[in-house]
């Protein structure tokens, strides 16, 4: 009989290596791959985690801590990024990786249960480049990782019920540095006092963000707080929140969402975030039209 106890499972692949192995030829592909597996061994290695197994052009580890995967899996990204020996036609070698926390079975040196299922789900949803993880792996991250962190969708994952929020980690730099651009939007009497509270209204709904509730969400889903259906609109488009005083919107959505301030200044936001000041128009996958069903109109009072 197997052990069970909780782990941080990751899985990390080759992005495209099928297509490696046309244009390069088995040899040289090989060697490719071959790089990117030793430098996830590597990482993992450096990270208090163990590798399960291999196969093919993917590699399967455990970690002790969420924060260990993270650390493991941003170290994965960025050396094979980086690595010279990983570059086709100015193009870069690329992996995924896809993360979960949670209960596992060891036995003979393998892991099993739903809780790896669910990591190697996360590996399919994403795409080059990305590192994918769970709620359940957010959780129990350090708050400077979780800040590193955003959901950007809710899957069906095959095997389960239930849908899951799929959230994705930030591990370039400059990916974290973007989540705060601004748009200059002027209050009217030029104050320069923070904002009490955001007020949004959507078809006779009102929504406020303040201190007591620092946090909404927005999209076709039923559990969003604002539920506004569309073709553009995804199930968990956007979401604000207050952070540093400051009324962040943070899109999620595969269409972006369009902000109108007072004097008809747009600014437009896919997978990335902006602060919104002053009073204005939201439109979820398309431009705000104030005539439109669809329009979410929004104004931060002092």
Known sequence: MGNETEL??????VVGSM??????????AREMVAVCIDVMRAATDQHEGMVIK??????MSTFPTADDALNAAAQMQKQIAAHPALKVDDHAVAIRIGCNFGPVVIENRDIFGSAVHTANRMTSQAKAGQIMTTAAMVERLSPEWRACVRQIDIATV???SSELALFEVLWQTEDITSMVPTIAMSSR????????????????????VDERRNNISMGRAEENDLVIKGN?????????????NKFMLIDQSTNGTFVQGKDGEEAFVRRDSM????EGLIGLGKAPDSNSLLVIRFVCEE
Do not use: C, W
Request: charged residues 35%; hydrophobic residues 35%.
């Open 8 to 13: 941080a499972i990751v899985f990390a692949d």
């Open 19 to 28: 297509k490696l192995y046309e244009q390069l030829g088995d040899l040289r």
């Open 54 to 59: 291999t196969m093919g052009d993917e590699v």
């Open 158 to 160: 095959k095997g389960r």
């Open 189 to 208: 009497n030029g104050a320069k006092d923070k904002p009490h509270r955001l007020r949004l209204r959507y078809q006779g709904q009102e929504v406020i």
């Open 232 to 244: 553009l609109i995804s199930r968990l488009h956007a979401r604000i929140e207050i952070n540093r």
């Open 275 to 278: 602060q919104i000041r002053a």
